[in-house]
């Protein structure tokens, strides 16, 4: 990082919007919001962007909070209170709250920085930059402020191309040569297309950077406003860009890529499916995301727990786990793992077979079950005997099953089966 990026990096606060439920996750999200979800075998969602920012130079940083977020809140309290007052650093966790008028939930992305407008002021950060709580990748956050600084806009927008026919759920974005954006549309059913490249689409990845006087004076205008919806996507970067200097920032220009990470990564873990591709994704030999890149680690709480055990050693009954990542606390009990991902503290006793399974922590599967391609939610107990993926109509009818085969197993459905 250069002196100068660095320098406007520490006159930054990082406000991430942490409130989503992520409905598309279905029951995984009954209990947590989605930046709660865990990943990749230690971490959460919300990880990512706290330690781009971290790891970006910035010590000001702000979670605004909503939906079912107790395990998000404590988690950042235990993975997360290293920030010492004393250096200047701060991590403030925001919960929905009555500040700005009797009402106490946000109304949207916009009015969760706003009702939070004298917190900010408190701190005096010259610029923000808001972020999404809810996507893995990993970002160098001063270089797009470097970006915004030098371009003079009103707000810079960083975006990510995507082929055009998937951007239909998406921000997308006109530019012209020079990164200015043109016109911006929220899932448009004919999404316009990158100068001189028509299959592709430039889409907003939700972060967006504003000197700190111009969002708090432009959200308390349209806060007064008629049909104001209360939208970063929505509403206020459609403004800007009709009144102001829109800039579009590629996450080309900054996104981090170890020696070991052929191109940029970036994805929404929003889906079952989603979410169960990207962590069986990180079983592959090579695979696109460098969890072991130490430099830009991603910061965490990571539980005290023995290190994985396997034991037994006989046919049929061997402890082993081929192309699978197994975390502490874990212990493989006479069962055999094929590209499985298993959280911390989950449990596999003899005689059971897992291939393609995601177990989240503390899960317990017992004798003779046979799993393919599945999620278990934390604290799950799988049945002696269970099979799972070999009979689609079955899983159907007792679990969550997606039209790409994948099956979600949670404790309320494992009941199910004992009534």
Not at 368 to 379: F, H, K, P, S
Request: charge should be neutral.
């Amino acid at each position: 990082m250069n002196r100068d990026a660095h320098r406007l990096a520490q006159q930054t606060m990082a406000f991430v919007l942490a409130g989503g439920r992520g409905s598309r996750l279905f029951e995984l999200t009954d209990r947590r919001a989605k930046p709660a979800m865990y990943f990749a075998g230690k971490n959460r969602i919300i990880d990512f962007p706290l330690s781009n920012a971290v790891n970006s130079g910035m010590r000001r940083i702000a979670v605004a909070t909503q939906y079912k977020s107790h395990s998000l809140i404590r988690h950042l309290q235990r993975g997360w209170s290293f920030f010492r007052a004393e250096r200047n650093e701060s991590l403030d966790i925001l919960p929905a709250s009555q500040q700005l008028n009797e009402e106490k939930w946000y109304k949207g992305t916009a009015d969760a920085v706003l009702q939070n407008a004298a917190i900010i002021r408190g701190y005096g950060p010259k610029y923000m930059i808001i972020l999404a709580g809810d996507h893995i990748y990993k970002q160098d956050y001063a270089l797009m402020i470097a970006h915004h600084v030098d371009s003079g806009a009103d707000i810079t927008v960083g975006c990510i191309e995507v082929p055009r026919k998937d951007a239909t759920e998406l921000g997308v974005m006109r530019i012209d040569d020079n990164d200015r954006i043109l016109e911006f549309v929220e899932k448009p059913k004919d999404p316009p297309s990158l100068p001189n490249r028509q299959n592709v689409a430039m889409a907003s990845m939700g972060i967006y950077v504003f000197s700190t006087a111009y969002l708090l004076d432009l959200l308390s205008t349209l806060n007064s406003e008629p049909g104001y919806g209360h939208d970063f996507g929505g509403d206020v970067v459609p403004k800007v860009v009709a009144q102001g200097k829109a800039v579009a920032h590629s996450f080309r220009r900054s996104c981090i890529r170890s020696s070991a990470e052929r191109k940029a990564y970036w994805r929404d873990v929003g889906t079952v499916d989603a979410f169960w591709q990207a962590n069986i994704d990180l079983t592959d030999f090579e695979p696109e995301l460098d969890l072991y890149d130490q430099d830009w680690p991603i910061w965490t709480y990571s539980e005290l727990t023995a290190p994985a055990k396997f034991i037994h050693d006989e046919d049929g009954r061997r402890g082993q786990a081929v192309s699978s990542m197994v975390s502490g606390g874990c212990i493989i009990s006479g069962s055999s793992l094929q590209q499985c991902l298993l959280f911390t503290g989950v449990k596999t006793h003899s005689f059971s077979s897992l291939n393609g399974v995601v177990a989240l922590p503390y899960a317990e599967i017992n004798r003779n079950a046979n799993l393919t391609n599945t999620v278990i939610d934390r604290g799950v107990n799988i049945p002696r005997g269970l099979i799972v993926g070999q009979d689609p109509e079955l899983d159907a009818r007792r679990f969550r099953r997606t039209a790409n085969g994948v099956c979600l197993i949670t404790q309320p459905m494992i009941d199910r089966l004992e009534d």
